[in-house]
């Protein structure tokens, strides 16, 4: 039986950028506990970005979370026996969430190079709105602009 809503944890900043942001990807590389080794390929990354770039890490990354984010997801639901795939927008923190979770998920399914390369370049590519998660955000919003016709049955 569900005795409501687990409640929020505050994430705490991290040491070099002073950002919950950054704080909140060191722990989404984090496998199996290693957060020495997460944090080396977050900043590894942010400091390759900043070299190519010319920019501040902090505004790209914010500006890759905004674009590789979508503003609306597909849910499904069981109306009258049958499945719907309903168009819901998506609140901030989820959005960076989803961001986060597609630009790890693309960096790693590539081969051949070191996760700070791989990572970096998937993060330049999503601040130049190309790449595979902004490709990923793309397709979610073209699947629910084809099932808009049932988004009268959102609660």
């Not at 942001?21 to 977050?42: C, H, T």
């Not at 590894?44 to 902090?58: S, V």
């Amino acid at each position: 039986m569900r005795r409501g809503q687990a409640p929020k944890r505050k994430i705490e900043a991290d040491i070099k950028y002073q950002s919950a942001l950054v704080a909140k990807f060191i722990n989404y590389i984090m496998k199996s506990g290693s957060k020495v080794i997460a944090r080396g390929i977050v900043y590894g990354a942010l400091d390759e970005i900043e070299k190519k770039l010319g920019k501040k890490a902090l505004e790209v990354l914010d500006q890759v979370s905004r674009n590789a984010g979508p503003e609306l997801e597909l849910r499904s639901r069981r109306i009258g026996g049958a499945n719907y795939q309903i168009p819901y927008p998506v609140k901030s923190e989820r959005r960076v969430t989803l961001a986060l979770r597609w630009i790890i998920e693309a960096a790693r399914s590539k081969k051949g190079k070191s996760m700070i390369e791989k990572l970096s370049q998937e993060m330049i590519d999503a601040f130049n709105n190309t790449g595979v998660a902004v490709k990923k955000k793309m397709d979610t919003h073209r699947m629910a602009d084809a099932n808009k016709a049932f988004a009268h049955f959102a609660w």
